[in-house]
């Protein structure tokens, strides 16, 4: 009940948040229910819906990324002034956010259930009724024990992911101080008091070493010919189906990506500070260089779910031919949507957040006479440091992940 007051009663902006987030989640649901679909539709081909049910996983993971990311910013979780008093204590904050995550992705949950049950046919009364009845096997009953089993994956794990990451450090239980301070998540962006701080470049070397790593075990085990256009998320690597080093060199290329994602912002920034630089790119680079642990992860991810698609725009389209099967259908392209939009989700809100962080300074910056204009600049210096540097890169991991594969 207090998370729905609150929720009621949030800044419009943090209600458009939690809308994308049930929107988010309202199509990784569906998918789900559309593996869901074709395994009772297609009793003798249980490898198959196991298949699509696995591939469910890349969505949901984004999904629930995001919903983390919403979270982690939402301001009615965090601790004020008068609250310890009545048990809202930090624990208990955690515990509110991961309450509201599983509303809000309960609800985008049935919303995609309505959706999919009217555009199988199964409700009627709408023109849209039974539209997609072919595509999604329609004419076959779903046992609701196992939809909604289902349906509550992903607000269960949403929850569980956000009571664990948001719960207070233990050093922060102990430590007195005042009551409006915000909780740190332990996510490795703040050191607990007495400890030296880790540079958010830390992770570069080890983020490089773990992408090489992954491209060579690519160029080591895919050397089978490109997948066959008529089979629905077919992979290459083997003539059987899909090799497992293949699959493991491009999850060690997404890990080392998001690892170095903090170290590459903070080197950009430093790029940006380098030299005698004037108000703008001092500016611009000191801000990159503060906010790289908290905008340089989510970045990271961003750039590995775009490679991933370039990538598979590349080996896809090796055997798509004008005349024959389309590779990408509808549902894959739900799918891709579902992961990019959470990403650039994921990214735009922890950007928002850093700005909301140093919200303080920039008060202090215009008090003092500083214009408007030179903070815009060097957002927007900010802004192109980042896409020179990820850019390039993004579309280099994605060449050399599919090169082995295409020639």
Known sequence: MLSLRLTRGAHPLVLLRRVLVAAAAAGAAFLLLCALGYAVAHPKRPEEGVVRLLWCVVPCAAVVHFALAVARTDPATRPRDGLDAIGLGPVRLALLAAASTAVTCGLGSGAALLGYLELRGDLGGTPLSGTANRLLDGGHALPW????????????????VCALVLRPREEQRKRPGPAHARPQPDDGSAPPRGASARPSYAGLPWGVAVIATG?????????????????????PGQDGGASPGLLGGWLLTVFGLVLAGPGLTHWCGAALAAGRPGAVRMLAGRTLQDAATRLGRPLGVLCAVAAGALAAAELYGVAWEGAGPRPFGPLTGLGAAVVMASATATAITAALDARQVRSETTAALLRLGLPGSL???????????????LAPLTWVVAELAALPLTR
């Open 215 to 235: 491209l060579a075990l690519v160029a080591y085990v895919g050397h089978a010919p490109a997948p066959e256009p008529g089979r629905l998320l077919a992979l």
């Open 375 to 389: 903070l815009r600049g060097a957002a927007a210096v900010r802004t192109a440091a980042l896409v020179v540097v």
């Open 145 to 160: 024990a196992a939809t909604v089993t289902l349906l509550a994956v992903l607000p269960a794990v949403s929850a569980g």
